[in-house]
């Protein structure tokens, strides 16, 4: 049976990824910060819950340490969203290095931490939850500006490390969920988690070490940098 991670698994795309990839099959090492919300009420054998803060090492080597066997899939969906702030003046640069924190460098943290883990069974695939707002040829509309940068910082440190990661076997993905319907997504998202997160799987099944670094939305199509 395949094992997978999941970072952020309490609510929204996270607990969706949870859900679906017990369904397809799955031990899912499902990850949550504080609360664990959703996941409450999944009573499921092959699922394990773990208290995760993306930006603890403890954290990290305490669930390395505890899951047994190999990992095939490391999931980083755990991410935050920025002040949306509406002019220069105000943007809280405090703000903006705790969003860069989350979503570009804890990535980087639990990728490092599972490495072993993912090499166990010969490799494995590292799903990194970016966005289209990463895109530079697609910021059209500005603002958003740390978690933006954010997204684009993981991008480059993912298509940055993929060479020596496909030398071990491990293959990354950059994707764009679309926009989801979650308490970040807002309710005005055009998109269910459960078809999202459908094509997620879709585009992870169909994973290869020769497509490893790609920059693509849930529904296939590849995107401009
Ligand atoms: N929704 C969209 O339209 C959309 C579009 C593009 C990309 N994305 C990306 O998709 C991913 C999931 O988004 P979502 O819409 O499901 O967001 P969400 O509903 O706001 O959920 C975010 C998740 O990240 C967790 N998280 C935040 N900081 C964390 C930390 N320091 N350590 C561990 N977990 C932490 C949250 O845990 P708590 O409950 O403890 O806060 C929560 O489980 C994010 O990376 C987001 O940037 C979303």
Not at 27 to 52: C, I
Not at 190 to 213: F, W
């Amino acid at each position: 049976m395949p094992q997978a991670l999941v970072t952020g698994a309490n609510r929204g795309i996270g607990l969706e990824l949870t859900r679906q990839l017990l369904e397809s099959g799955y031990t899912v090492h499902a990850t949550y910060r504080n609360a664990k919300g959703g996941l409450v009420d999944m009573n499921h054998p092959s699922l394990h819950l773990h208290q995760l803060d993306v930006r603890s090492d403890e954290d990290v080597a305490a669930i390395a340490s505890k899951i047994e066997g190999g990992l095939n899939l490391l999931i980083n969906n755990a991410g935050i969203a920025d002040g949306r702030w509406s002019s220069v003046e105000e943007i809280d640069l405090e703000t903006v290095g705790v969003v860069m924190e989350v979503n570009a460098i804890a990535p980087i943290r639990v990728m490092r931490g599972f490495l072993p883990a993912l090499e166990i069974d010969g490799g494995g695939t590292v799903v990194m939850m970016t966005s289209l707002m990463a895109s530079i040829a697609d910021c059209h509309s500005g603002k958003s500006y740390a978690y933006r940068a954010s997204k684009t910082a993981l991008n480059m440190l993912t298509v940055a490390m993929k060479q020596e990661l496909v030398e071990r076997n491990i293959s990354l993905m950059l994707i764009h969920p679309g926009w989801v319907e979650t308490d970040m997504g807002g309710p005005r998202a055009p998109l269910q988690p459960r078809e999202s997160v459908a094509g997620i799987l879709d585009r992870i099944n169909e994973q290869t070490l020769e497509m490893s670094g790609r920059f693509v939305q849930y529904d296939g199509e590849l995107l401009p940098w």
